[in-house]
């Protein structure tokens, strides 16, 4: 969808959405805020009604009663005709799920109760939530004009893809609700909606149930209004899986577990026990990438990033400049990647086996008619974007581009990997030796040379304006991944927290961690949005 088929609307008496009540919603007020507020915002794309939520069994559990938003690629499963696994797309306008999605049966066994479906840019290709049939979703914080001679206030991008949940959780229609964070589909819309985003390491949450992009890439993500609840919803649905079998198993978390244990600075903030009141965060060294300070980086943000800085080290925290030189490489090779991961995925949507199915006309030889069903099928159920990434996808696995663009970008994101390893104190538990020889380092009272967190921004700025009459230019919207991409390559846990404003606008701050040191990460992130 073209911007210039979004309608320009201006928002009357918007400025309650973007209060904070002190009280979490329930299901019932969630119901009530849904009936109000969606119509405008464009949040969840279906929704359960008032009987069949009453006739839902709800599981005496952690998040008993907890209203909770499911991204419209994640499968459920209802009695409700209305509930489709529909990505946003044509393709899967009409699709219902024989099974739902592992980290689904978690909530509900943890006593969630699943309001609806909510908007996304159609198969998670997109950073603002307006490639979607069911048209954008709209961001409950709203922008004053930039006209001079104006004061009128105008809708703003929730972000994507992810935006129909990030949306939901920051207008209170839940209290939480699930994303997908291919290359920052949650903690992008998380930072411009003011809410906490958080993408856990790959393989943290089974992806059974997820329909993919880039499977390499692809992790469930969490929202919330607060770090403690990301971390209720987060303890309820990380949990082994085989029927994924990219998910961690029981092994490997105890040997996390093992490890990031051992460290004694770390122990006593991920056990509560014996921190002092003043300096909470005391022995944690936090590193500053010097590679992110980019030229698109805008004033706004680069002073909540050294604001955040300072709030740490308040806290205790050590603050040290690292370096990870090949950062500005993660940008052109996570697309290269992405996008050939998407020709692979998204080559079942032929209306063959299931979705959308378009029957040509009946011209041309007889043998040829396969292909052009194929091909009918595909041009009119997916969107111009997702067809220009299966393009450029299957042209970057053709046979001189394979050598020239995608082995190269392998290259590069393993080496993007080993960067990151450099830096955190905690080594890689998937490097056995380098394990095993640090935590006997750790028994003898040493402490490494390495950091326990990385701080950068989320965004280069604040959510855009959704205006009328302006064409997207898509190379400029890609940009707005380069903070969120490199964690994603490198499968390591990443969290958007919310610590401003500028103009009305939220403002966020990106804390990541080594792969699998998600529980420290939640901790720290709790003091960095306090």
């Not at 290259?411 to 080594?427: G, K, W």
């Amino acid at each position: 969808m073209s911007l210039s088929r979004i309608p320009r609307r201006l928002v009357h008496h918007r400025c309650c959405l973007t209060t904070h009540s002190n009280s979490p919603p329930t299901v019932d007020s969630a119901l009530e805020t849904i009936s109000q507020r969606n119509p405008s915002l464009n949040a969840f794309v279906t929704s359960r009604v008032p009987a069949e939520l009453a006739e839902t069994a709800v599981a005496d559990g952690p998040l008993k009663g907890w209203p909770v938003g499911i991204k419209a690629n994640i499968a459920t499963v209802s009695n409700s005709d209305t509930d489709v696994t529909s990505c946003g797309s044509h393709a899967l306008q009409s699709y219902k799920s024989p099974f739902q999605a592992t980290v689904v049966d978690a909530l509900e066994r943890a006593g969630a109760v699943v309001m609806g479906k909510t908007n996304m840019d159609e198969f998670g290709m997109g950073s603002k939530n307006t490639y979607s049939i069911y048209g954008p979703a709209r961001n409950p914080h709203t922008s004053e004009s930039q006209d001079k001679d104006s004061c009128q206030i105008y809708d703003c991008s929730p972000g994507g893809s992810s935006g129909g949940s990030a949306a939901a959780v920051a207008s209170n229609m839940c209290r939480a609700a699930l994303g997908s964070d291919t290359g920052g589909s949650v903690r992008l819309p998380a930072a411009w909606c003011g809410i906490v985003g958080f993408k856990p390491s790959y393989g943290r949450i089974s992806r059974y149930g997820l329909v993919p992009y880039g499977s390499s890439l692809d992790t469930v993500g969490i929202m919330a209004r607060s770090v403690q609840d990301v971390q209720q919803v987060f303890q309820a649905v990380s949990r082994p899986d085989t029927r994924d079998m990219t998910c961690m198993t029981e092994s490997l978390r105890s040997r996390i577990n093992t490890g990031s244990q051992s460290r004694p600075w770390a122990a006593r903030l991920l056990s509560q026990n014996n921190i002092e009141a003043e300096k909470p965060l005391a022995g944690i060294r936090i590193g500053i990438p010097r590679e992110c300070w980019v030229e698109e980086l805008s004033a706004s943000a680069l002073d909540a990033w050294k604001q955040g800085a300072e709030r740490l080290s308040a806290l205790g925290c050590e603050i040290v400049a690292v370096s990870l030189p090949h950062l500005p490489n993660a940008l052109p090779a996570y697309y290269t990647l992405a996008l050939a991961e998407a020709s692979s995925n998204l080559a079942r949507y032929d209306g063959v086996r299931y979705g959308l199915r378009k029957e040509p006309g009946n011209r041309g030889p007889k043998e040829l008619g396969a292909s052009r069903k194929y091909a009918e099928t595909r041009s009119q159920g997916l969107g111009a974007e997702v067809q220009r990434r299966i393009l450029l996808g299957t042209y970057v696995m053709s046979d001189a581009a394979c050598r020239h663009f995608y082995l190269p970008s392998q290259r590069i994101r393993r080496v993007i990997q080993t960067e990151f390893d450099s830096v955190f104190a905690l080594p890689n538990a998937l490097s056995s030796e380098a394990f095993e020889k640090t935590l006997l380092d750790w028994a003898s009272g040493g402490r490494s040379a390495g950091v326990d967190a990385l701080l950068f921004p989320t965004a280069t700025d604040t959510a855009p304006p959704l205006l009328e009459g302006r064409e997207e230019n898509t190379a400029a919207s890609y940009v707005n991944d380069v903070m969120t991409v490199p964690a994603n390559l490198a499968g390591i846990p990443a969290i958007s927290v919310p610590v401003g404003h500028k103009d009305r606008m939220p403002i966020g701050l990106q804390l990541a961690a080594q792969y699998g040191d998600d529980e420290l990460l939640l901790q720290i992130a709790r003091y960095l949005g306090a």
